[in-house]
């Protein structure tokens, strides 16, 4: 129990275009979800706090408006990547807190973005 | 902020027990302490957590020393699948975790 689903696995999209990635949590309802990012050989960077019907929390240094977040189901947030640049390229993991009696966070499998 | 260091790398052979230490002198005391690890180019895997007490379940064991500033990750007959990057976390009060550098463990045959 306590799946998470990320999609795609993995995208390449020109500079200047937007991207959107999806985390669902299949098996349970998540009223929050966390988004992170991670460069090769570096450790996950929390980018932002998604809460089921209100405003992302983002942490310091993430441009809200370049990172958008819409947690709009109780089992869907997505991120948007807008207007990506090459420097936009990276690994992003979505987590989301299960609740319900468990004390773990379960972690999607990952995004990997490309942009040319 | 993460609120854990960790030694960079380590390794261990296959089949011995590897030790993973991890020090989180400004915890709290009702903040639990998260194992995770990674392989690479995957989402992080929950191994086990804990608060006060020593933990242990089909993966792993969790020591916390009494004073809870530190801890150690055991996994007790290393094999190859478990080469990855393990990162100890000291959840926040605010339900957020923030990741270390971790440890990259390289399991040798």
């Known amino acids: 129990g306590a799946v998470v689903s990320q999609h795609p696995s993995w995208v390449i999209c020109k500079s200047g275009t937007s991207v959107k990635i999806e985390c669902r949590s299949l098996?349970?309802?998540?009223?929050?979800m966390f988004w992170y990012r991670q460069f090769p050989k570096q450790s996950l960077m929390l980018m932002a706090t998604?809460?089921?019907?209100?405003?992302?929390?983002?942490e310091q240094g993430v441009e809200k408006d370049k990172f958008l977040i819409n947690h709009a189901s109780l089992t869907l947030s997505t991120l948007t990547v807008t207007s990506a640049h090459p420097e936009d390229s990276s690994f992003y993991i979505c987590?989301?807190?299960?609740?319900?009696?468990?004390?773990?966070?379960?972690f999607g499998s990952g995004t990997r973005l490309t942009v040319v | 902020d993460a609120k854990t260091t960790q030694p960079t790398s380590m390794d261990c052979a296959e089949g011995r027990a590897a030790n993973l230490p991890c020090n989180h002198s400004t915890i709290s005391g009702n903040e639990y302490v998260y194992w995770y690890r990674q392989i690479h180019s995957q989402g992080p895997q929950y191994i086990i957590h804990?608060?006060?007490n020593n933990e242990t379940n089909e993966m792993a064991s969790l020591i916390i020393t009494e004073d809870r500033k530190s801890s150690t990750l055991i996994l007790p007959h290393a094999t190859l699948r478990d080469t990855a990057v393990y990162y100890c976390?000291?959840?926040?009060?605010?339900?957020?975790?923030?990741f270390g550098t971790g440890t990259s463990l390289t399991v040798i045959p």
């Open positions: 804990g608060l006060k």
């Open positions: 987590s989301a807190d299960p609740r319900q009696g468990r004390t773990s966070y379960t």
């Open positions: 098996d349970f309802q998540a009223t929050t």
């Open positions: 998604s809460n089921e019907g209100s405003k992302a929390t983002y």
């Open positions: 976390i000291v959840q926040d009060p605010g339900n957020q975790f923030y």
